[in-house]
């Protein structure tokens, strides 16, 4: 019988509910993805896998130096998600997919510091996301995203409070401190601030991931929750630019490359409100690499 490499041994589910299976891969005490797993479809194709070391992709090379994209679901994608993209515009590296869907900044950066500690990681490329985006009726107990689920009577507008990106500046500033060998990537959104305050629901489809554009999940779709959205998402760029700019560290500007406020359609390259469209992958990971190619050489 041949010797087999155990790091390279998974284990394979079968992907039946897509809102189920963040069970199978989310380790909710460690925060963090289970390692060593394959979820293929129906049809036996692969849809993803999760590595050794517990990220999305393909074993480690140890003939390339270990780049990791960190963040949310935009980082995580559909199916393999974009990060692998950058592997043949940078033949010496392996970029591997930190991204885990709903998670917070908090632990984004809890985990790539915790990685960075245990691996020699050559280059982070952290996309912040937009978690947590905190909405809180005044007077009415701790602040909870999933208050925007209740009736508009239960949240009037001028309730809301926008505290999601409190205690930001200090945690990045601490997290570039000890591993300036970082990227920050800026969180893109398909709305502007001309479409912001706009009823659009007359432009929501529910089809699949290339021709539909819903809002944001199972969230329903209110102006006013769009605005905050919007707000949020702006601030925290600004606040991401603000801490690197303090630090040297270099930043590329994705939501400045998909602004959608001269584009004929601000649902081209989204299938909502944050994420891209699998289609839009391969540009996504070539804006990613033309302004830091030198650090790749």
């Known amino acids: 019988m041949p010797n087999i490499d155990p790091a390279r041994l998974r284990t394979v589910h079968l992907i039946t509910q897509i809102d189920a299976f963040k069970a199978l ?27 050794e070391i517990g990220l999305k992709g393909d074993a480690l090379d140890p003939a390339r130096r270990l780049a990791v994209v960190w963040g949310d679901s935009v980082v995580f994608g559909s199916g393999r998600g974009w990060a692998h993209l950058l ?11 930190g991204g885990l869907n709903g998670d917070p900044y908090g632990n984004i950066l809890r985990r790539a ?19 947590p985006l905190v909405a809180m009726p005044a007077g009415r107990g701790p602040p909870r995203w999933d208050r925007l689920t209740q009736g508009s009577d239960a949240l009037p507008r001028v309730a809301l ?20 060998n970082t990227v920050v990537l800026t969180m893109p959104t398909a709305l502007n601030a001309g479409i912001a305050d706009r009823d659009l629901s007359d432009r929501l489809v529910r089809t699949d991931d290339e021709t539909g554009f819903e809002f944001l999940g199972d ?8 605005r905050l959205a919007f707000d949020h998402i702006v601030e925290r760029n600004a606040i991401t630019r603000e801490v690197c700019a303090r630090h040297g560290i270099r930043v590329v500007d994705l939501f400045g490359s998909f ?29 990613i690499h033309d302004p830091i190619k030198d650090l790749l050489e």
């Open 25 to 51: 891969y989310f380790d909710r005490d460690g925060m963090a993805l289970r390692p060593n797993l394959v979820f293929v479809d129906t049809n036996g194709s692969i849809v993803f896998e999760t590595n």
């Open 161 to 180: 409070l926008r505290n999601g990106n409190d205690g930001l500046r200090a945690e990045l500033s601490s997290f570039l401190e000890f591993t300036p």
């Open 87 to 97: 592997d043949p515009l940078a033949p010496g590296y392996q970029f591997l997919n």
């Open 219 to 226: 969230i329903p779709y209110r102006v006013e929750y769009q």
């Open 113 to 131: 510091s915790g990685m960075n500690r245990r691996l020699p990681v050559a280059l982070n490329l952290l996309m912040l996301g937009w978690h």
């Open 259 to 287: 602004d959608t406020e001269h584009v004929a359609d601000f649902r081209e390259h989204f299938r909502d409100i944050i994420h891209l469209r699998p289609r839009s992958y391969p540009l996504l990971a070539q804006i």
